[in-house]
């Protein structure tokens, strides 16, 4: 049974008979006047290269666990969604270059464990810690209690959290606005606002570092808040795929913004239904190009991806002569010739350079989970944080340049580290020997993609 919480009205949409885990588009309870942080620990050098940047929090968890496990509830377990895709994109990440490109904020208060702080900073990531002494740390309690699907997890506040924005990045330190990939939990409406907030800042930094020209846009990655999974947030939902590269609700967040449960009637997963709601999704914005990973437990990850154009270099056709009017287009004027300009091959002057636009049809693929069947029953402790962390691989993936089916493929293996153990994995070794569990990822990713299909992907 669920605990009473400290929740303020604000806190509504958190009560633990709704899943809920990370972001939402409810204010947080405001800084208590003259609030200072103490000190920041973990300095970033200003030309450390970012791949994987997350705006999800730093909670730490009570978990109770699902009565078949007959366990006593774990306490101080380090956790929030921050804090499991962190774990997702350091998997694959070993010191002593790689694990510097990962960061996320760390919001210590008065109550925050030391013992947390050695873990945590036991992975050498660019993690910031920022202590203020005059708040309590996010904390979090999380239960198992629906009988009809056991693996629907509830959550609701402990204490008051702390939200994150651009802003805390650049205040911090400017350099976490280069990433090539940024991770956020959150609602429809705040995600097309932190986007915005985080694009404006990356480009005033590049800017202001003398490197206006060297911009680009990095991978976003949208993972949309549970309580606001419903009809009412559907269109929302639709007006935001265009902002964001990846979307990755679960099954049953997907099925929330159609209306239906996303499980069958003996409580597995509808795939059925994930594709039916993916491909209404796409066909909402035909003319967008974006992709839907939807984690689906047991079953693994459907992806669905518009179509985009391909553009390659074609033949050329001698410019022909415009035919010269003032005031608006004729009948006789050469629209071809008129636009020639803007598609003349600069090596040779006249030539209309003709493009030749391949169509890319997407794709609509299920992408099983590492750990499956009754190997996957005994090996699975706690499924707590394997959507965060699957989502961590598959953004470190994406930015180093992988595609999106075997970014998925990592986003998989590095949800089977996971859902282990309550709380995170034990990490032993150093550099490239360093294991997790006693294994090491590269080992686990190349078995997996080599069960998949996609050996030729190592």
């Not at 047991?298 to 002569?321: H, L, S, V």
Request: glycine letters at 12%; charged letters at 25%; aromatic letters at 6%.
């Amino acid at each position: 049974m669920a605990p009473d919480l400290d929740l303020t009205e604000s806190d509504a949409v958190t009560r633990p008979e709704k899943q809920q885990h990370g972001d939402d588009d409810t204010k947080p309870e405001p800084a208590e006047s003259g609030e200072e942080v103490v000190e920041t620990w973990n300095e970033i050098a200003p030309d450390q290269e970012m791949d994987f940047v997350t705006l999800g929090m730093f909670i730490i968890d009570e978990i109770h666990h699902p009565p078949s496990l007959s366990l006593a509830p774990s306490i101080n377990i380090p956790g929030g969604a921050g804090t499991y895709s962190a774990l997702g994109a350091r998997l694959f990440s070993p010191p002593p270059h790689l694990s510097k490109t990962i960061s996320m904020i760390i919001d210590c208060g008065s109550d925050f464990p030391p013992s947390l702080s050695s873990h945590l900073s036991s992975w050498d990531t660019s993690a910031i810690f920022r202590h203020t002494p005059s708040r309590l740390t996010t904390r979090g309690w999380n239960g198992y209690n629906n009988p009809s699907d056991p693996s629907h997890r509830s959550f609701g506040y402990l204490t008051p959290k702390r939200r994150l924005t651009a802003g805390d990045l650049s205040g911090l330190s400017p350099v976490l606005l280069t990433t090539k990939a940024i991770h956020l939990i959150c609602s429809p409406l705040r995600c097309q606002e932190l986007v915005n907030e985080f694009l404006a800042a990356r480009k005033r930094y590049f800017r202001s570092v003398g490197k206006g020209e060297e911009y680009s846009r990095p991978v976003v990655i949208w993972e949309p808040v549970p309580d606001l999974c419903v009809p009412g947030e559907l269109l929302n939902c639709t007006n935001t795929l265009p902002v964001v590269d990846i979307c990755s609700p679960n099954h049953a967040e997907l099925a929330g913004f159609m209306g239906s449960s996303g499980v069958t009637e003996d409580g597995g997963v509808d795939t059925i239904a994930v594709e039916r709601a993916c491909e209404q999704l796409l066909a909402s914005m035909p003319l967008q190009s974006y992709t839907l990973v939807v984690r689906a437990g047991e079953k693994g990850a459907y992806i669905a991806k518009n179509g985009g154009r391909k553009r390659q270099g074609g033949g050329g056709q001698k410019r022909k002569k415009v035919v010269g009017h003032r005031g608006g287009l004729t009948a006789e004027t050469d629209i071809e010739a008129l636009f020639a300009g803007l598609m003349r091959d600069a090596e040779d002057e006249g030539v209309v350079a003709r493009e030749e636009i391949e169509v890319d049809e997407g794709m609509e693929k299920w992408v099983p989970a590492y750990w499956t069947g009754e190997e996957g029953g005994e090996r699975v402790r706690d499924p707590t944080g394997g959507g965060n962390t699957f989502l961590g691989g598959l953004g470190v993936a994406l930015a180093r340049g992988k595609g999106i089916e075997e970014a998925v493929g990592w986003g998989a293996v590095a949800a089977s580290f996971a859902i282990e153990q309550v709380g995170m994995p034990v990490l032993e070794g150093e550099g490239e020997e360093e294991r997790w569990n006693g294994e090491r990822v590269q080992d686990r990713l190349g078995r997996f993609l080599e069960r998949v299909g996609m050996g030729e992907m190592k």
